[in-house]
Structures are given as C-alpha cells and as structure tokens.
C-alpha cells in the first residue's frame, strides 16, 4: 500500500500549516517552504477547502489558515479529501464488495480486519501530534536556506 503523492503533499501542507495555525499561509510561501511546486500546492489547497480543513481568505494578505482545531483533523481526514476513503482491496472500496471472487473469497473477512487498523491507525494520529518533530526540520531547513527562523 501505498499513498498517492497529492494525499503525502496534503499531510506535509496541513503539518505545515498546523506549526504556525494563527498565521495566514500564501499558496507561494507555502510552495518556498515545503518545496512542492506551486500548482500542486493550489490543487491541494483548494481540495482542503472543499473538503472544510481549510479556510481560504481573500485579499492582498489572504491565504489559508485551518478551518479546525489541529487537534481535531486527523491522517485520514486529510488522506480522505485527497484520495476518498481508505480501501486496500477492490472489495472494501465504498462499501460495494463486488468482485468476481467474492462468493468463494476466504480472504475478505480478513482484508476488512486489516482495511480497518490501517484506518484505525490514521485515525489514531492528528495534526498536534506530527507538529511536534516539525518545527525543529522546519528551522533547520530555514537556516540552511539562509532565512530567519520564525517564532513557533
């Protein structure tokens, strides 16, 4: 299993946002400090408004900001506005459970158990606790770029 690169864009973008939750973030500052290109920093950014984990202000210091508290938005809130919910196989997708081999399938239950500590497991870990480890990758990268680490 493996995530798509916009859901692991989407966890860098929102950990990096959850540093600093009172600053308004610019798509293009964004795009500078994490070094994902900026057209993809939009896309992903847009999907997290629809999908209300982020807010969007207007203006010449607009941005974004969280739309929740970063101790309420969870990997899989995050994974699930990018790539829909978790599905390991075909027949856990949507709750459809239609394939060629179901009615001989002995694998399924088992597929289920595991789907579900998969989802259990990102469930289990929110945006508070990856911004811990962050800020210190976060000023070590600014200080090698030659920038002023900012206050977190």
């Known amino acids: 299993m493996k995530l798509s690169n916009m859901a692991d864009y989407a966890v860098v973008l929102m950990t990096h946002i959850a540093i600093r939750p009172e600053t308004v973030h610019s798509a293009a500052d964004l795009a500078d400090e994490t070094h994902i290109p900026l057209p993809t920093v939009s896309?992903?950014?847009?999907?997290?408004?629809?999908?209300?984990?982020?807010?969007?202000h207007r203006g010449t210091r607009g941005g974004f900001t969280l739309a929740q508290d970063r101790a309420s938005v969870t990997v899989s809130d995050i994974i699930q506005v990018v790539d829909g919910p978790v599905a390991l196989t075909n027949c856990l997708e949507d709750g459809v459970g239609e394939c060629g081999l179901e009615s001989g399938c002995h694998a399924r239950?088992?597929?289920?158990?595991?789907?579900?500590?998969?989802?259990?497991?990102?469930?289990?870990?929110s945006l508070a606790d990856l911004v811990p480890s962050v800020p210190d990758f976060f000023a070590a990268s600014q200080k090698a770029e030659g920038k002023e680490s900012q206050p977190f």
């Open 43 to 56: 896309k992903v950014l847009g999907a997290m408004v629809r999908g209300q984990l982020l807010m969007s």
């Open 109 to 125: 239950q088992h597929w289920n158990k595991i789907n579900t500590a998969v989802e259990d497991a990102l469930n289990s870990v």
